[in-house]
């Protein structure tokens, strides 16, 4: 199915979010339990980690300054070994290359193993629209499949279900008894996901790191459902974006240890796949063909800006979804689209607009939990400061794009929230760059508090107190400032001093 | 040695005792403080929301008063973790395409320290000499800790202040969700992440929460006292400087 795009309802979203105690629990449970064994490995020998992270960050620098020719060197041996490279610059192109793919091939049924680039082209959409029936085969993805929902994280896209949610879930949409044990969901998902393994024309799968020297693309995963979509099936595709290139296969060490890490505070995942290349004709084992869909989808427009370029080192391990108390509060749908939590926050204004997403860069107290976790100190703060300056003083030219259309729903209350804002901020600059004018508001916001009175009720006074007194006591000014008091604090401490 | 209060827009207007105290506390510690009356706001809650231009006249506003000062002072004392980071860190970018002001921030930079880090780290200082009762607890502000690397310097001084028993919180440096104008755009969210936080002090079972920023101070403040809660907030600068009688 095909979601609606709903980051323009965030604020919306979040507060349904909050007041969904179910999910809290969900969201709670999962990301404590995360953050805790991520903590815990990285715990053992920080300094190794801090050093594979910069080291990280070294190959990713390198790599994102010369894309193109890494790029070309990886097509290059893609094809030379056998494989088709298709560029596709946005998702219809992707799509349409695929479902061609699948048609020629008389592809009936699409085993799929977890790709975030998939969610984002809508690929499932695509397939069922020209007759081809996509499974979801990471369990996470299946469970959000049949519920007909968007996985709500990187990597455990049913993270906002609990195992009673599963449990009731299987029995609906299975028609079997209810179980709520885990091994006995695991088991039936398990056998329902073998027979279509086993009759899909094509297997498609994401690409966590695309090696240029050697055409090699690397998955990693925990449950084997790769290793199955990536064998059985006679055509294989992989999907995707520029940014996940890496130059030569002896820096996946590095990618390979942060990864597991970052994602699930593992030392390695049960099994990591290196894939290049076509069987020859000696060879059994494998698919027949191999198609890598290298997609811009918007990517390149993020390399132009460099102050946002950054966000492209990301390697989708979660940590800073995990990591973040808004994340942990909100969940992942709530953010409306396809990537969530702090990198989310950044890409999505970016790949889908910021006239769509013109909330995310704002739902931040700018922590700092995302770049600490971040196995590429990827500055997320700073990003999200760039892009709320981006969208309140409009673009610096650069990152305007054919996707900066008008919403759906153009929101002239919006419009007149921004214009008031910037008036406020005007007048609140113009009171603080001089210190007289500063005093006398001083002076005036205390008769207006002492006509007014406290107020804690809401429906008392202006919105925007309104919205802290609604969960909170309202502070007050105090009945002098500092600045009033000095001469006699001033005269005090001299004289303390002094006896 | 010679320190010139930044005192913050938000201690003048709203907490001036934790402008006081930071007075007191310093001058017992042996260092003479002068303020000068023009200083307004050092221009973050401008910058954070994105209104760069404004932040920009406020700051370079800001600027020139610390050129001043620094003229006869040896450093610029802050006590906000949030105010000293847009000094120390974000100046220099603010004024980015400006070079002249570019590198009056970058001068004046290294001469700019929050509170707890000016007394350890300038001074030389970890022992507070003050006595009190009770226990009490710390909560890393998310730019002290984060961008300025302090975190356990306000540890050091409050441990050694006799009389009182120090615990450390679970989750001691998880946001207190204020986040300045967040706290007013988002309120439940806001509200919802301080409920983690307000839930981490009573698990510490300490009757004084310490915080080296006002506004983390506030926002946790405004829900214990919303739910009747008994546990008292500070300002280290409060905690440190009034010797209980």
Known sequence: MLHAIESENFVENQRGALENPHLQRAMTKATEKFVAARVKLEAGDSAQWNRLRNRAREIKELTIANLDHYLDEFAANVERLGGHVFWAADAEAANRYITHLARQRGVRLAV????????????????????????????GEYIVQ??????????MPAVHKTRGDIAELFAEKLHVGRTDKVEDLTSLARRLLRERFASAGMGITGVNFAVAETGTIVLIENEGNIRLTTSLPRVHVALMGIEKIVPRLEDLEVFLKLLPLSASGQKLTAAVSFLTGVKDAASEEGPEEFHVVIIDNGRVEILANPHLRESLFCIRCGACLNACPVYQKIGGHAYGWVYPGPIGAVLTPQLIGRKRAPDLPFASTLCGACKDACPLKINIPEMLLHLRHEIKEGSDGVGASRKEERPRRTRLIRQLVNLAERAAFKLWA?????????????????????????????GDSTLPIKRWTRTRQLPQLAPGSFTSRWPEISRRTKRETND | MRVSLFVTCLVDQMFPQVGEATVELLTRLGVEVTFNPEQTCCGQPAFNNGHRREAREVGAYTLRVFERELMSSDYIVVPSGSCATMIKNLYPKLFGEDAVKEATAKRIAPRVFELSQFIVDVLGIEDA???????????????????????????????????????EMDRADVCCGFGGTFSVTFPELSTAIAQEKIASIERSRAETVVACDSSCLMQINGLLQQRGSNVRCMHLAEFLAARES
């Open chain 1, 430 to 458: 113009a009171v603080m760059q001089d210190a007289g004018r500063y005093r006398r508001a001083g002076r005036i916001a205390r008769i207006v508090q002492r006509v007014f009175g406290q107020r804690n009720a809401a």
């Open chain 1, 112 to 139: 799929k193993a977890k790709s975030m680039m998939g969610e984002e082209i809508g690929v499932n959409h695509a397939l069922a629209a020209s007759g081809v029936e996509p499974v979801e085969t990471d369990l």
């Open chain 1, 146 to 155: 049949l519920a007909g929902e968007r996985p709500s994280h990187i990597n």
């Open chain 2, 129 to 167: 000499d003050t006595s009190r009762s009770g226990c009490v607890t710390y909560h890393d502000s998310c730019h002290l800790k984060r961008e300025l690397d302090v975190s356990s310097a306000p540890r050091k001084l409050l441990s050694s202040v006799r009389g009182v028993e120090f615990v």
